[in-house]
């Protein structure tokens, strides 16, 4: 079988020829479509349209988005990557064959880099699903933007042309990030007005730790209704 043919979601790049260079890369490993989340204004220009080369259909094809809960929202399955020590419960991985197994088994994947002067925030990372390291050397683990997109890229090229001994059928019940942000964005309103998030200076930290309670595993259409009604009943 094929490997997903994931999307590329660029959160708050700095760089504009970055953006190009990074689209030039997904071109040259088959990949085609790739989100921003808030870039600077003036991003699509000379340095990113030259850096792009021959990708320019993947440059005027650009998604861009305000946040990026709303850029992740139709992806049913989400992989953070970023090679800096984050505090959260997350799983965390550097082996591609799971890389492989989750773009076999979930239909829509998205890929996330962050910002190149910092990489990916606590907060970005509260709705992926596993964060996933590129090994370096010990001395110097800083990559840039492009290349580390360039390497992943390549990896999905490499394993979509490997064949896979065995058949594993797509998941089709998982929820979209979307739906899921709607239940959090509920559950956060009715739990601040009962003042649960108290002290107020350890709120983010104590949403980190709901957000990694419900994605630890990938929950489904049915377990999300089920977890809605629990909510609303113990509200009334």
Not at 24 to 43: A, C, Q
Not at 126 to 143: A, Y
Not at 183 to 194: A, M, Q, R, T, V
Not at 213 to 218: D, E
């Amino acid at each position: 079988m094929t490997v997903n043919n994931p999307s590329i979601i660029l959160v708050r790049p700095q760089l504009s020829e970055n953006i190009g260079m990074v689209a030039r890369v997904m071109h040259n490993f088959g990949l085609k479509n790739l989100i921003i989340v808030s870039p600077r204004t003036d991003w699509l220009n000379d340095k990113s349209i030259n850096a792009a080369k021959k990708a320019n259909k993947i440059i005027k094809n650009v998604k861009v988005y305000d946040n990026l809960n709303m850029a992740i929202g139709k992806f049913n399955y989400v992989i953070a990557t970023t090679n800096r020590k984050r505090y959260l419960e997350k799983v965390s991985i550097n082996d591609f064959k799971i890389f492989k197994e989750k773009l076999d088994t979930y239909k829509k994947v998205a890929i996330v880099f962050g910002p190149e002067n910092s990489g990916l925030s606590n907060e970005d990372l509260r709705l992926s699903d596993i964060i996933f390291t590129i090994n370096t050397s010990n001395k110097s683990n800083s990559l840039n933007l492009s290349h580390a997109v360039s390497i992943i890229s390549y990896k999905i090229f490499e394993l979509r042309n490997l064949k896979s001994k065995k058949y594993k059928k797509k998941i089709d019940n998982i929820l979209e990030k979307d739906q899921l942000s709607k239940y959090f964005n509920f559950l956060f309103k009715n739990l601040e007005n009962k003042n649960f998030f108290n002290p107020k200076e350890k709120s983010a930290s104590m949403k980190n730790n709901i957000y990694a309670i419900f994605t630890k595993s990938s929950m489904t259409k049915k377990e999300l209704q089920t977890l809605w009604g629990i909510t609303k009943k113990l509200i009334k």
